[in-house]
């Protein structure tokens, strides 16, 4: 009876614990591609003629280069898998081009990710998701007749 009672409590505690870890990730997936949309979005935008990473993530909650604040990202993500706000960068220079889990730890997922994540089939631990915006990467492409992106505050032209 008590050895069957430990055996049944030892495998709730490993389902438990598998489970848990299978919501970190998909916690760990939401977060960081949070951070890749917002660092995109910070990107694509042209001022003065370039395009920059941004420098803290900090800018992505409020980004003061124009008149009123623009915000890419809601708010703050912890890292799931690590509970705390330090994450690892991919840099560009001096600027954040994506973020990354400090885990050590090997993720459970090896296979079966959306489109935006297939890189991280196969991936050794959390660290090698890297949430990343590649640095070649400019304004989406715009068709004939689409509207000329401006930024955010200037007065439209008239057309002629």
Same mark, same amino acid.
């Given at each position: 009876?008590?050895?069957?009672?430990?055996?049944?409590? &030892?495998?709730?505690?490993?389902?438990?614990?598998?489970?848990?870890?299978?919501?970190?990730?998909?916690e760990?997936?939401?977060?960081?591609?949070?951070y890749?949309?917002?660092?995109?979005?910070y990107? &694509?935008?042209?001022?003065?003629?370039?395009?920059r990473?941004?420098?803290?993530?900090?800018?992505l909650?409020?980004?003061?280069?124009?008149?009123r604040?623009?915000?890419?990202?809601?708010k703050?993500?912890?890292d799931?898998?690590?509970?705390s &706000?330090?994450?690892?960068?991919?840099?560009?220079?001096?600027?954040?081009a994506?973020?990354?889990s400090?885990?050590?730890?090997?993720?459970?997922?090896?296979?079966?990710?959306?489109?935006?994540?297939?890189?991280?089939s196969?991936?050794?631990?959390?660290?090698?998701w890297?949430?990343?915006?590649a640095?070649?990467?400019?304004?989406?492409?715009?068709?004939?007749? &689409?509207?000329?992106?401006?930024?955010?505050?200037?007065?439209p032209?008239?057309?002629?």
């Amino acid at each position: 009876g008590i050895v069957l009672l430990g055996v049944v409590l &030892a495998m709730t505690g490993t389902l438990w614990h598998t489970q848990s870890r299978r919501e970190k990730e998909q916690e760990l997936l939401f977060a960081g591609e949070q951070y890749r949309k917002a660092i995109a979005s910070y990107r &694509a935008i042209v001022v003065d003629g370039q395009q920059r990473f941004p420098i803290s993530l900090d800018e992505l909650l409020e980004d003061r280069r124009f008149p009123r604040p623009l915000r890419h990202l809601r708010k703050r993500y912890l890292d799931p898998v690590t509970n705390s &706000a330090d994450w690892g960068f991919v840099r560009s220079g001096e600027g954040i081009a994506g973020v990354f889990s400090r885990s050590s730890e090997a993720p459970l997922k090896k296979a079966g990710f959306r489109a935006c994540c297939v890189q991280f089939s196969g991936a050794r631990s959390y660290a090698d998701w890297k949430f990343a915006v590649a640095a070649g990467a400019g304004p989406a492409p715009r068709g004939p007749g &689409a509207p000329v992106p401006r930024r955010p505050g200037a007065t439209p032209q008239p057309r002629r």
